[in-house]
Nanobody, 122 residues
Framework: QVQLVESGGGLLQAGGSLRLSCAAS????????MGWFRQAPGKEREFVAA????????SYGNSVRGRTTISRDNAENTVYLQMNSLKLEDTAVYYC???????????????WGQGTQVTVSS
């Protein structure tokens, strides 16, 4: 089992930045690729970003590419999501998740955090 706990959400201004953290515990963190997803009310869960086990390979969703960076610290068992130029449509619950192989498909992730609310206001 892998336990994931997100932090860093809250009420943010449009045009600002956010930095989310996801702390992992349980099995060896570096054995898992990590992803961030988000879900807004009434919408399907959306892929945001993913990072390989080593941190070398990264993938981003179309709506956040160019203003988002995913990173990880395997020594600290933590994955991060930095998002700049926030938009109102970035409002959602953000989840981190763990999987064996890098993918953007939510169904292929085995472990999920409880989520953290991000609200972007004007």
């Amino acid at each position: 089992q892998v336990q994931l706990v997100e932090s860093g959400g809250g009420l943010l201004q449009a045009g600002g930045s956010l930095r989310l953290s996801c702390a992992a515990s349980g099995r060896t963190f570096s054995n898992y690729a990590m992803g961030w997803f988000r879900q807004a009310p009434g919408k399907e869960r959306e892929f945001v970003a993913a990072i390989s086990r080593s941190g070398i390979t990264k993938s981003y969703g179309n709506s956040v590419r160019g203003r988002t960076t995913i990173s990880r610290d395997n020594a600290e068992n933590t994955v991060y999501l930095q998002m700049n130029s926030l938009k109102l449509e970035d409002t959602a619950v953000y989840y981190c998740a763990a999987t064996v192989a890098l993918t953007h498909q939510a169904m292929n992730y085995d472990y999920w955090g409880q989520g953290t609310q991000v609200t972007v206001s004007s």
